[in-house]
């Protein structure tokens, strides 16, 4: 069965510097989607992505954050300049083109767990 | 900014009896509500969902119910297993794609 996979499984940075998280959706998907949840609290929408632009946004994904999907395959999010408040679980989703029946549902991939210290 | 409120953090539910886990909503634009499931060190599994033009949505032992005049809908899961013991978030769109997720509810189903 197709999945989302995410890589790193696990990142650790320092105050200040760059990441960027990795995500391969599932093949004929075409919308893309990031999420993150502190620990213990809620999911939260980040963005959406379709035809290589964002299609919305949260208030959270400021000017430190951008995504891009960089080839056929591979959709990233970049953190700038991380904070201690980035650190959390950070999970990216795709779904079917609209228009297809059910085409809302989202598939999670196992996220990525972001510690700034 | 809680639009989608699940007002209880956790249920426990003897196995093969009923579980229903509830979700409130504030925004009367959501049409497309989705529960999904969550075992620690996951992403979300897609559940369920149901059009805001539905007021019920059954998939195995699965259903959704949606009242739209109180903004609340419910998942009934029936009978219920001990691989059910997870979190549940339910979520909302208003036909974007941006989806909000409620607090999740902690499901425990005791053997």
């Known amino acids: 069965e197709p999945e989302v996979t995410q890589t790193p499984s696990h990142q650790v940075t320092q105050m200040g510097q760059e990441v960027i998280l990795r995500c391969v959706p599932i093949?004929?998907?075409?919308?893309f989607y990031w999420y993150r949840q502190i620990l213990g609290q809620k999911v939260e929408f980040l963005v959406s992505?379709?035809?290589?632009?964002?299609?919305?946004k949260s208030e959270i994904f400021d000017d430190q954050f951008s995504v891009e999907r960089p080839d056929g395959s591979n959709f990233t999010l970049k953190i700038r300049s991380t904070k201690l408040e980035d650190s959390a679980m950070y999970f990216c989703?795709?779904?079917?083109?609209?228009?297809?029946?059910?085409?809302?549902?989202?598939?999670f991939g196992p996220g990525t767990r972001l510690t700034v210290t | 900014d809680q639009q989608v409120k699940q007002n209880s953090p956790s249920l426990s539910v003897q196995e093969g009896r009923i579980s229903i886990l509830n979700c409130d909503y504030t925004?009367?634009?959501?049409?497309?509500f989705l529960w999904y499931k969550k075992y620690p060190a996951e992403g979300p599994t897609f559940l369920i969902s149901?059009?805001?033009?539905?007021d019920k949505n059954e998939d195995g032992r699965f259903t959704v119910f949606l009242n739209k005049s109180a903004k609340h809908l419910s998942l009934h899961i029936v009978p219920s297993q001990p691989g059910d013991s997870a979190v549940y978030f339910c979520?909302?769109?208003?036909?974007?794609?941006?989806?909000?997720f409620g607090t999740g509810t902690r499901l425990k189903v005791l053997a």
């Open positions: 093949s004929n998907h075409l919308y």
């Open positions: 989703a795709s779904s079917e083109s609209p228009g297809v029946v059910g085409s809302y549902e989202q598939y």
């Open positions: 979520a909302a769109t208003s036909g974007t794609y941006k989806y909000i």
């Open positions: 149901i059009s805001s033009i539905k």
């Open positions: 992505f379709y035809n290589n632009e964002i299609s919305e």
């Open positions: 925004n009367s634009m959501f049409d497309y």
